[in-house]
């Protein structure tokens, strides 16, 4: 399976492990049922981040077309659940993998990993943004080695709980679901 969850001790964990046309609608499934959870780790596996480009380029427009229309859909309801999300990033991500963990909250990335920006129609071209480079821009909070991430992830869904999460968005709703935090905890925005 592609997608599953996990919950232990409040804290929901979705796994994203292998590359699917059915992850959006499995997301968007499983969404309900995490919205009692006091945090929920979103975590993207190493397969999916690696595969995403290959698939990205054998899909037809059409088929990217569908594909982003319904990973829009899924990007919006992650963004507005009411609890704190974390992504926990176990590789580079690009594509859907990217998408999905821009809307987080917090962003834990795999020091060996990395954002890929893919763009073009004819010639695609892909430049990879370094996880140290993540860190210092803003598109993620914190940086660990790749074993540490789910760890790290459970440790930050843990500590920030639903009330951080509102008052940020309340008072900086930019900083928050943009990644412009840059700061690695889970005091409140101001």
Known sequence: MAVSLDVTGGIAVIRVDEPSDTV????????????????????????????????????SAAQREALSASLRGVRDALANLPVPVVAAIGGSVCGEAAELVSVCDLRVLASDGGFVRVTGGQVVVARRVTADEALRTGLVDRVVPSSAVLRVAVELADECGSAWIRQARQTRPDRVRAGASGSPGCTPPG
């Open 24 to 59: 959006p609608h499995d997301l968007r499934t499983l969404l309900p049922a995490v919205v009692d959870a006091r945090a929920v780790v979103l975590l993207v596996g190493r397969g999916l981040c690696v595969t995403d480009i290959k698939r990205l380029v054998r899909s």
